[in-house]
């Protein structure tokens, strides 16, 4: 269930009517949805959600994005190079990943460590991690990046 807005939890009290009306949540102003709590947004962009409204269907494929958000219209890439943050993260991820698969596979394996097999276990995880985390990394940056932000500048 998503948080309501306040405006908008007045008018549900008010009656679903009411909503339908004025065309639902659709097209609600940017100022109306408040602001995530960090556990909020966090768990949001792991399981792809807007940061912001928690709206599904952001990305139409794995590397493709639908910018801004079709729901509450959160601007995603506020400036050029704005994801070099989530290419950090996604970065990092990776390392994580490949560190534990050779470490792991190196203990597991000790003292008669197959090397050959483990460089292409690494490999192949630092290949395919980045890939399946893209759009998480982009999410979770946008919801870092935001939630750092001055309490006083609007969620946008
Ligand atoms: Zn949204």
């Given at each position: 269930m998503l948080p309501v807005p306040r405006r908008c939890a007045n008018r549900r009290r008010a009656g679903a009517g009411a909503r339908r009306e004025e065309?639902?949540?659709?097209?609600?102003?940017?100022?109306?949805w408040p602001r995530p709590s960090a556990r909020t947004a966090l768990r949001r962009a792991l399981l792809l959600r807007?940061?912001?409204?928690?709206?599904?269907?952001?990305?139409?494929?794995?590397l493709a994005m639908t910018?801004?958000?079709?729901?509450?219209?959160?601007?995603?890439?506020?400036?050029?190079?704005?994801w070099l943050g989530a290419v950090t993260i996604n970065l990092m991820v990776a390392m994580v990943a490949v560190l534990g698969v050779v470490l792991g596979a190196m203990v597991l394996t000790w003292?008669?460590?197959a090397w050959t097999a483990i460089t292409v276990a690494g490999a192949a995880v630092g290949l395919v991690v980045p890939i399946l985390f893209h759009p998480h990394s982009r999410m979770l940056w946008i919801a870092l990046e935001r939630q750092f932000r001055s309490r006083s500048e609007p969620y946008a």
């Amino acid at each position: 269930m998503l948080p309501v807005p306040r405006r908008c939890a007045n008018r549900r009290r008010a009656g679903a009517g009411a909503r339908r009306e004025e065309g639902g949540d659709r097209y609600r102003p940017v100022m109306d949805w408040p602001r995530p709590s960090a556990r909020t947004a966090l768990r949001r962009a792991l399981l792809l959600r807007c940061p912001r409204c928690g709206s599904t269907g952001i990305f139409t494929w794995r590397l493709a994005m639908t910018d801004p958000c079709p729901r509450c219209g959160l601007v995603f890439e506020r400036t050029e190079g704005y994801w070099l943050g989530a290419v950090t993260i996604n970065l990092m991820v990776a390392m994580v990943a490949v560190l534990g698969v050779v470490l792991g596979a190196m203990v597991l394996t000790w003292p008669d460590v197959a090397w050959t097999a483990i460089t292409v276990a690494g490999a192949a995880v630092g290949l395919v991690v980045p890939i399946l985390f893209h759009p998480h990394s982009r999410m979770l940056w946008i919801a870092l990046e935001r939630q750092f932000r001055s309490r006083s500048e609007p969620y946008a």
